[in-house]
């Protein structure tokens, strides 16, 4: 009963997510008309492919997988002739002869008589064709139940609760927007005008979803939004273990070749259009093909990124062996990443070996559609993406994932040996999330929040700018700097930047000048030397020197961790400061 709940709420907050905006339109074109008519039929139509197309997707074979893809290309034609039919009469009236009149239907006859029920229902039914990838956890979860139990009534029940959460949310969005139109029409009598608009809304969202829009860009700007709610719901509920128990059972099982019980998620994209391949020659899918492999999605810089790096390294060595192959896509984040001496100088510093991808210009990305740095990809050895794990943690069942598809590709289960306990020095060591109080804070002017200097920022000009003892959380300059998109630039000694943070460790991204002549700094904590709360990149006296561009971690307190006061201040002009991150 919990995880219909689970699921049901779930579904409502996807009206939160800019994933659902391209099927907005689609919704909307039905408000105005009778709610018997229109928008129910629709929204009961939705529901129903939704649920059905996911419970497919449990089967697991690749003609489910091609019949749901030939069902979203046959619902985004038909949402192609619905929105031309609504943005122009003519055709409406042309379609409706060789099609038996299935532009009138669609389309109301362009909006002069009411909608039907059929249409209505045939209009819902393409749109959840179209939503089903846009779904969050909650579908892995309940697919992965399907794997282990197969697809049933129970799954079906619980895929139907998360889209008749979206429902929800959308019937209550659509009957305002309806009323919006109403008063539109009877006030300004631009029903024509309004119909037109909607007509190249649900045009205007049938390429979104034809281009990856809804999958790919859209699902970047929700990064922490739904999804994040959505999993912290699942992490509390007992069957997100169940995969774990059942792969107990399986290898209990020796009298047949053993099965992991993970679910298919898709198949391992192409890796080709790396900029360089590091530590190795180019790779392929076709080459890989019997090996386990788990690709990382990281960039050098990246503080998330480098506290898994440990975690990478250890089960890159551990189980070489016996089929693991991992590949590490370097995707940058800022314009420095992009250059292959900055990447080659992190591989060594982090002590990477296994093979690196270097995606500059983000091919490989785009190929998996990944949103997030990082993000693991565990493929199995027939080339099936069977796992991932975005963002950092989640180590003990990944490495359990890892020997599951090891034990899938052998055909067998090995003895179960104790998990890694990786070395994680300075800023690879894991952080201290229950007294983290503060967040990630860029410094250039496209991702800047907290600024607190009373000049405001001037961006891409040489300003003065000053700082006291800001309020927790606000961050200023002091000295002659120029904010860019990216990052800030000291112009003339003796600049500073100030933070009032709260947490165990304070990072800075930093780099030289154009120039790449060193920058000697100065930290002080609470207006001193920061002695035995130093980071790994400065002493005791609070004494460093800005040589590459790359993190430096400044500040990790030895003691309770509290609200603190940092100040960094620039001996000399050049440097370049990018992003603050805290753990």
């Given at each position: 009963?919990t995880?219909?709940?689970?699921?049901?709420?779930?579904?409502?907050?996807?009206?939160l997510?800019?994933?659902?905006l391209?099927?907005?339109?689609?919704?909307?074109?039905?408000?105005?008309?009778?709610?018997?008519?229109s928008?129910?039929?629709?929204?009961a139509?939705m529901?129903?492919?939704?649920?059905?197309?996911?419970?497919l997707a449990a089967?697991?074979?690749?003609w489910?997988?091609?019949?749901?893809?030939?069902?979203r290309l046959a619902?985004?034609?038909l949402?192609?002739?619905?929105?031309w039919?609504?943005?122009?009469?003519?055709?409406a009236?042309?379609?409706?002869?060789?099609?038996?009149?299935l532009g009138t239907?669609?389309?109301g006859?362009?909006?002069?008589r009411?909608?039907?029920v059929?249409?209505s229902?045939?209009?819902?039914?393409?749109?959840?064709?179209l939503?089903?990838?846009?779904?969050?956890?909650?579908?892995?979860?309940?697919?992965?139940?399907?794997?282990?139990q197969?697809?049933?009534?129970?799954t079906?029940?619980?895929?139907?609760?998360?889209?008749?959460?979206?429902?929800?949310?959308?019937?209550?969005?659509?009957l305002?927007?309806?009323?919006i139109?109403?008063?539109?029409k009877?006030?300004?009598?631009?029903?024509?005008r309004?119909?037109?608009?909607?007509?190249?809304?649900v045009?205007?969202?049938?390429?979104?979803?034809?281009?990856?829009?809804?999958?790919?860009?859209?699902?970047?700007?929700?990064?922490?939004?739904?999804?994040?709610?959505?999993?912290?719901?699942?992490?509390q509920?007992p069957?997100?273990?169940?995969t774990?128990?059942?792969?107990?059972?399986?290898a209990n099982?020796?009298?047949?070749?053993y099965?992991?019980?993970l679910?298919m998620?898709g198949?391992?994209?192409?890796l080709?259009?790396?900029?360089?391949w590091?530590?190795?020659?180019?790779?392929s899918?076709e080459q890989?093909r019997g090996?386990?492999?788990?690709?990382?999605?990281?960039?050098?810089?990246?503080?998330?990124?480098?506290?898994?790096?440990?975690?990478?390294r250890?089960?890159?060595?551990?189980?070489?062996?016996?089929g693991l192959?991992?590949?590490?896509?370097?995707?940058?984040?800022?314009a420095?990443?992009?250059?292959?001496?900055?990447?080659?100088?992190a591989?060594r510093?982090?002590?990477?070996?296994?093979?690196?991808?270097?995606?500059?210009?983000?091919?490989?990305?785009?190929?998996?559609g990944?949103s997030?740095?990082?993000?693991?990809?565990?493929?199995?050895a027939?080339?099936?993406?069977?796992?991932h794990?975005f963002?950092?943690?989640?180590?003990?069942?990944?490495?359990?994932?890892?020997?599951?598809?090891?034990?899938?590709?052998?055909?067998?289960?090995?003895a179960d040996?104790?998990?890694?306990n990786?070395?994680?020095p300075g800023?690879?060591?894991?952080?201290?999330?229950a007294?983290?109080?503060?967040?990630?804070?860029?410094?250039?002017?496209?991702k800047?929040?907290?600024?607190?200097?009373?000049?405001?920022?001037r961006?891409?000009?040489?300003?003065d700018?000053?700082i006291?003892?800001?309020?927790?959380?606000?961050?200023?300059?002091?000295g002659?700097w120029?904010?860019?998109a990216?990052?800030?630039?000291l112009?003339?000694?003796?600049g500073?930047?100030v933070?009032?943070?709260?947490?165990?460790?304070?990072h800075l991204?930093?780099?030289?000048?154009p120039?790449?002549?060193?920058?000697?700094?100065?930290?002080?904590v609470d207006?001193k030397?920061?002695?035995?709360d130093?980071?790994?990149d400065?002493?005791?006296?609070?004494?460093?020197?800005?040589?590459e561009?790359?993190?430096y971690?400044?500040?990790?307190q030895?003691?309770?961790v509290r609200e603190?006061?940092?100040?960094?201040?620039?001996?000399?002009p050049?440097?370049?400061?990018?992003v603050?991150?805290?753990?």
């Open positions: 009963m995880l219909f709940l689970v699921s049901y709420l779930a579904g409502v907050l996807t009206i997510s800019p994933c659902i391209p099927i907005v339109p689609f919704v909307f074109s039905r408000a105005g008309q009778p709610a018997g008519r928008v129910l039929p629709m929204l139509g529901v129903a492919s939704f649920a059905g197309v996911a419970t089967v697991g074979g690749q489910a997988v091609g019949a749901n893809e030939v069902g619902a985004l034609a949402m192609a002739v619905f929105g039919t609504l943005l122009s009469p003519r055709a009236a042309v379609l409706s002869r060789p099609w038996l009149a239907r669609l389309s006859r362009a909006g002069t009411p909608a039907t059929g249409g229902l045939l209009l819902g039914v393409a749109t959840g064709f939503w089903t990838p846009c779904a969050g956890p909650i579908l892995g979860l309940v697919l992965t139940g399907a794997a282990l197969g697809a049933n009534a129970q079906t029940l619980f895929l139907a609760a998360y889209a008749a959460g979206a429902a929800t949310s959308l019937a209550l969005a659509v305002a927007g309806g009323r139109l109403a008063a539109m009877r006030s300004l009598g631009v029903g024509e309004v119909r037109k608009g909607l007509g190249a809304a045009l205007a969202g049938v390429a979104a979803i034809a281009l990856g829009v809804d999958t790919g860009l859209l699902a970047r700007l929700s990064y922490a939004g739904t999804t994040g709610i959505e999993q912290s719901l699942l992490d509920l069957a997100a273990g169940l774990d128990r059942s792969m107990t059972m399986a099982d020796t009298s047949r070749p099965r992991s019980s679910p998620e198949r391992l994209p192409s080709g259009g790396a900029v360089e590091l530590n190795s020659g180019p790779l899918a890989l090996k386990v492999v788990l690709v990382d999605f990281w960039t050098y810089s990246c503080i998330n990124c480098i506290r898994t790096l440990p975690y990478l250890a089960w890159a060595e551990t189980y070489k062996d016996q192959v991992v590949i590490g896509v370097h995707t940058p984040e800022f420095f990443e992009k250059k292959i001496a900055n990447v080659k100088t591989i510093d982090f002590r990477i070996t296994y093979p690196v991808a270097v995606d500059s210009d983000f091919t490989i990305w785009r190929a998996f990944n997030y740095w990082p993000a693991l990809y565990f493929v199995d027939e080339g099936r993406i069977r796992h794990q963002g950092e943690g989640g180590y003990e069942r990944s490495e359990r994932v890892i020997r599951d598809l090891l034990a899938e590709a052998a055909g067998r289960r090995s040996a104790g998990l890694v990786p070395e994680a800023a690879q060591a894991a952080p201290d999330l007294d983290a109080r503060s967040g990630e804070t860029y410094i250039g002017y496209e800047a929040d907290g600024f607190a200097s009373p000049e405001g920022v961006p891409g000009r040489p300003q700018y000053t006291g003892t800001p309020r927790l959380n606000r961050w200023g300059l002091a002659n120029t904010v860019g990216e990052q800030a630039r112009n003339r000694p003796g500073a930047i933070h009032r943070f709260s947490a165990r460790d304070l991204v930093l780099g030289p000048g120039d790449g002549k060193p920058v000697r700094f100065q930290v002080t207006g030397a920061p002695g035995a130093h980071g790994a400065i002493g005791a006296d609070g004494t460093g020197t800005v040589s561009t790359r993190l971690q400044l500040v990790r030895a003691g309770d603190r006061t940092f100040e960094i201040r620039f001996l000399d050049g440097v370049d400061a990018y603050f991150t805290f753990g």
